[in-house]
């Protein structure tokens, strides 16, 4: 019910963009928020940002220089932008869906991307 969908294999420095595609429900619909979460080798969970029904974004603060989140409400997608990739962003990348008490009820299967010369 959502699908994560992008390049897999980037260079250091280029742009990482990844698209999720939503059929759970519109992502316009209160008071949810869509999420995209990316967990490194060896590393636990870690979330990149959101974006919230209305269009608000939030990013982790380690992140937030690099990383935007849009969305397409035409085609009920959001996607991830995150710019200077290095190695260090190698990681499966999740998106998902959270609830009002940040309970996540839907995930997608997760995407590999590997960042390497």
């Known amino acids: 019910q959502l699908q994560e969908s992008g390049p897999g294999l980037l260079k250091p420095s280029q742009k990482l963009s990844l698209t999720c595609t939503v059929s759970?429900?519109?992502?316009?619909?209160?008071?949810?928020?869509w999420v995209w979460i990316r967990q490194s080798t060896g590393k636990g969970l870690e979330t990149v940002g959101f974006?919230?029904?209305?269009?608000?974004?939030v990013f982790s603060p380690s992140l937030k220089s690099r990383a935007s989140i849009s969305r397409n409400t035409s085609k009920n997608q959001f996607t991830l932008e995150l710019n200077s990739v290095t190695p260090e962003d190698t990681a499966v990348y999740y998106c998902a869906r959270a609830g009002a008490l940040s309970e996540y009820d839907y995930w997608g299967q997760g995407t590999q991307v590997t960042v390497a010369s």
């Open positions: 974006i919230g029904w209305d269009g608000t974004t």
């Open positions: 759970v429900g519109s992502i316009l619909i209160s008071p949810y928020v």
